[in-house]
């Protein structure tokens, strides 16, 4: 296989499989309160339709969220608050058996709870996305036991109070470092390497300028030999370069996306589907179109 592709088994037998061109992940927040969607889709018949809407409009896999995890001690005030295991599930569950029965997408679940990674995985859920950064012991415990493909994003500090007294020397090095020693410590409890997918945390716990430099020096996290996930739609260092309310962040967006697919990204963590589908469309017809020079 060429170094630069992974495929991941799924349950069913089927594969989730990457390469160094963006996949589009959609995003489904059903919560009251995510920084850019909050309440559109906590209603489950409304979560539904809109997930199915972002499968029609091209996207590769879907991402489930039932707790905001917006970070505190910036612009988010006190950040998000903390949702119980059990709140977090009585959200998800409905949402994601009926998707289960209507579509065979890879559904990714967004949480950083070991306690709503098990039965998220047992009621169908395919891979585990955790901002915790593989923190949480009983839900690595649930991705060594289901095998299954987890995404470990960086972050520093809890999340009430990350975006205060943030320090960095060399945000791109420091950010590979702290993912390699996570996936270490996952495979201490029983993660193989090969079940990993990586990503920096646009927003985590990093300052605008910070974001900004990660982006830029993206191609530092290719020294960790696997596939990246990277998660700018619509997040507040687009505001901080040009003032905009999170849901007229798109142009900024697809920027990052275009900065991301130049780099060899695997994974576009996206609210925009169809718009960053298009984008994505155009981008691999201008990279491949023959020449007509002689
Ligand atoms: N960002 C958010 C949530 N989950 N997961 C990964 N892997 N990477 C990210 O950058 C990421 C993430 C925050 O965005 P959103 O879900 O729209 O907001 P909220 O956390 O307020 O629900």
């Known amino acids: 296989m060429a170094p630069d592709s992974w495929t991941f088994p799924l349950p069913r037998g089927r594969t989730l499989d990457l390469d160094r061109r963006p996949r589009v992940m959609g995003v489904l927040n059903i919560t009251p309160d995510s920084f850019s969607d909050g309440g559109r889709w906590l209603e489950p018949e409304r979560a539904v339709e809109h997930a199915l809407r972002m499968a029609a409009e091209g996207a590769d896999l879907l991402d489930l969220g039932a707790e905001s995890t917006r970070p505190g001690g910036g612009v988010y005030g006190d950040g998000a608050p903390d949702v119980s295991a059990a709140e977090e599930l009585d959200r998800l569950l409905p949402v994601l058996e009926s998707l289960r029965r209507e579509i065979d997408l890879p559904i990714s679940i967004d949480t950083r709870k070991g306690a709503v990674a098990r039965p998220a995985l047992e009621a169908g859920g395919d891979l585990i996305n955790d901002v915790g950064g593989l923190a949480d012991l009983e839900l690595v415990a649930?991705?060594?036991d289901a095998d299954c493909p987890v995404v470990a994003m960086h972050s520093r500090g809890e999340l009430r109070s990350m975006q205060r007294g943030i320090r960095?020397?060399?945000?791109?090095?420091e950010v590979t470092h702290e993912l390699s020693q996570s996936g270490r410590r996952a495979a201490e409890a029983g993660v193989s390497e090969d079940q990993l997918i990586y990503d920096p945390g646009i927003g985590f716990g990093k300052t605008a300028a910070q974001n900004?430099?990660?982006l830029r020096e993206l191609d530092g996290l290719r020294a960790l030999k696997r596939p990246i996930l990277l998660g700018a739609s619509r997040k507040s260092f687009i505001s901080a370069v040009r003032e905009a309310?999170?849901?007229?962040?798109?142009g900024g967006s697809l920027a990052a996306a275009a900065w991301a697919a130049q780099l060899g990204v695997s994974i576009l963590r996206v609210h925009d589907v169809a718009e960053t589908v298009q984008f994505l469309s155009v981008w691999n017809a201008i990279d491949s179109a023959s020449s007509t020079r002689g």
């Not at 960095?168 to 090095?173: K, R």
């Open 245 to 250: 309310p999170p849901h007229e962040r798109l």
């Open 168 to 173: 960095f020397d060399d945000v791109s090095g």
């Open 142 to 144: 649930a991705v060594a």
């Open 212 to 214: 900004l430099a990660l």
